[in-house]
């Protein structure tokens, strides 16, 4: 991509003439989300880091947010453009609101919605670099689903973003099951957040977990998890990998 | 009504305060055949009379099919009707394409509302001669709505619109109460009684009449002519005591002439 951006005879191909707005690579970004339905709704779990690069630069970025009534949202990837989804769902939501009648849009909708922009964005070769998922509950209803940067979407019980998608999908798919209580959905993302905090080099150690439920929007305070360095492949990592660091 | 000096541009308000050029759009509305449409908490039934100009014409197409989850019935200019009907199919289908869900009823009737009201405050355009009967169903049930030229939407429990409504308003105003509750048979076994006052006498046969029924779980549709014909025989083989005794003029055919309608004296037709 970097090659077609450099030679101007090719760029006017791609792209529009505003050339100097497109996102091309992401600068401030957030790690993993994970999503698991559970009885009463879902549960959503993101920890706070913004890294620039390698360096885990800010600590305490929100990355679990309401959408209206009945949804919740967590983004991974670019922050700014994270925080500009939240002004179009902030428009959707007041514009749904001034209609004043009975009606309010689902989690199946904002999840709709957010694909058709984030899709119209990849074919503008103008991204938004973010890996989204959404849960809610309405009327009965749970939802979980996800979009990627270029319009990938699709729901299951369990969702993850980046990082998620490879360390804790896995446990999700061994040990989730219908009809978790809160605490025993609790514990599972716990299990999975602690696996990416080992693991996930941009990961941080201070997390909230948001649930939604027919009632509203619960988002935890921050807090982190307790760690055990003494697993023996953590003592001597390069034990059998001579020559590795 | 009578012509006057204020009656020429729909942007020219009379010193009373009236705009006519709308008052006659709805004039226009009146002059069209029959439709009614009534609704219970599950189900919304539209019935309309389908006469054809002559027997060698096919007869003027007044039900459209929307959605899946809404129809319209009208009366009217049925050419402008057409153009409305093809706008809310398209505010349907994007609705659906960016949200994957049904646009709620309320919502297309305050957008065909807003739509008629732009044109009653243009001097180049003019007001939709066409009234509509918009039957869906949403979140919180099924429901019926009358939309106006005048850029006025009311919803209803059941209406008639078009000549000879009003025989239909009376039987509808009679039997309402009982539509919330009423099982879909039992709606349009009376929408086809309504639709009967208004042919004044002449015999209801599946041929002059087009019924469509949506419901939870059943996506708006017509009926086709055998399915109507079976339930008119059903209803009138069960005899006339669904029609009450004070009727008038509801005897079988024998009446020789029609009856010239009762003439609507309303001030302001606007305050329908």
Redo the contacts between chains.
């Keep these: 991509m970097n090659s077609f951006d450099s030679n101007p005879a090719t760029n006017s191909l791609i792209s529009s003439e505003a050339d100097s707005q497109r996102t091309l690579y992401p600068y401030v970004t957030g790690t993993s989300v994970v999503g698991i339905k559970y009885k009463d709704g879902i549960l959503l779990a993101a920890d706070m880091g913004g890294s620039y690069g390698s360096t885990l630069r800010y600590k305490s970025v929100e990355r679990l947010k309401p959408v209206g009534k009945h949804s919740l949202i967590g983004a991974s990837g670019e922050i700014s453009d994270f925080q500009e989804i939240m002004r179009y769902l902030d428009d959707l939501i007041l514009s749904d609101n001034m ?1 004043d ?3 309010s ?2 989690p ?2 904002v999840h ?2 957010l694909t ?1 922009v984030m899709y119209n964005r990849r074919n503008k070769f103008n991204p938004l670099w973010n890996s989204l998922v959404l849960g809610g509950v309405k ?1 009965g209803q749970k939802y979980l689903g996800t979009v990627s940067m270029i319009g990938v979407h699709y729901e299951d019980n369990h969702v993850a973003t980046g990082f998620g998608n490879h360390l804790a999908r896995p446990l999700l798919r061994d040990e989730w099951r219908e009809n978790l209580t809160f605490e025993e959905g609790v514990i599972l993302l716990e299990k999975c957040m602690r696996v990416l905090l080992y693991r996930d080099r941009s990961a941080v150690n201070k997390l909230q977990i948001a649930k939604i439920t027919e009632e509203g929007v619960t988002i935890s305070p921050p807090y982190s998890l307790k760690t055990f360095w003494n697993f023996s492949a953590f003592e001597n990592p390069t034990h059998g990998a001579e020559g590795s660091w | 009504m009578f012509r006057n000096q204020y009656d020429t541009d729909v942007t020219t308000w009379s010193p009373a305060g009236r705009l006519f050029q709308v008052e006659y759009a709805m004039e226009a509305v009146k002059q069209g055949s029959a439709a009614i449409g009534l609704r219970s908490k599950s189900h919304v039934v539209l019935a309309c009379v389908n006469k054809a100009n002559s027997e060698l014409s096919s007869h003027q197409k007044k039900i459209f099919k929307v959605d899946d989850h809404v129809g319209v019935a009208i009366a009217g200019l049925t050419a402008d009707g057409r153009v409305l009907s093809r706008y809310m199919r398209n505010e349907c289908i994007n609705y659906f394409y960016t949200y994957e869900s049904q646009l709620p009823v309320g919502r297309l009737v305050v957008q065909l509302a807003d739509k008629a009201q732009v044109c009653t405050q243009r001097s180049w355009k003019r007001p939709y001669g066409v009234g509509l009967l918009v039957g869906g169903l949403d979140e919180s049930g099924a429901h019926l709505y009358y939309n106006c030229p005048s850029g006025n939407y009311f919803e209803y429990q059941a209406f008639a619109i078009g000549s000879r409504s009003q025989a239909a308003k009376t039987y509808l105003e009679r039997k309402f109460v009982s539509f919330m509750a009423s099982s879909r048979e039992n709606l349009i076994k009376d929408a086809l009684f309504a639709l009967r006052e208004t042919l004044q006498g002449e015999k209801l046969t599946s041929s002059a009449c087009t019924i469509a029924v949506v419901g939870v779980g059943e996506a708006f549709h017509i009926l086709d002519q055998e399915t109507v014909q079976a339930l008119i025989n059903e209803f009138e083989i069960a005899g006339e005591e669904a029609a009450a005794p004070d009727q008038a003029g509801v005897d079988e055919p024998s009446a020789a002439d029609d009856q010239a309608a009762p003439v609507d004296q309303s001030a302001a037709p606007m305050d329908m």
């Design positions: 209609w009648d009975g009606n849009l689902g199946k909708e709709n919605y058709r009327n």
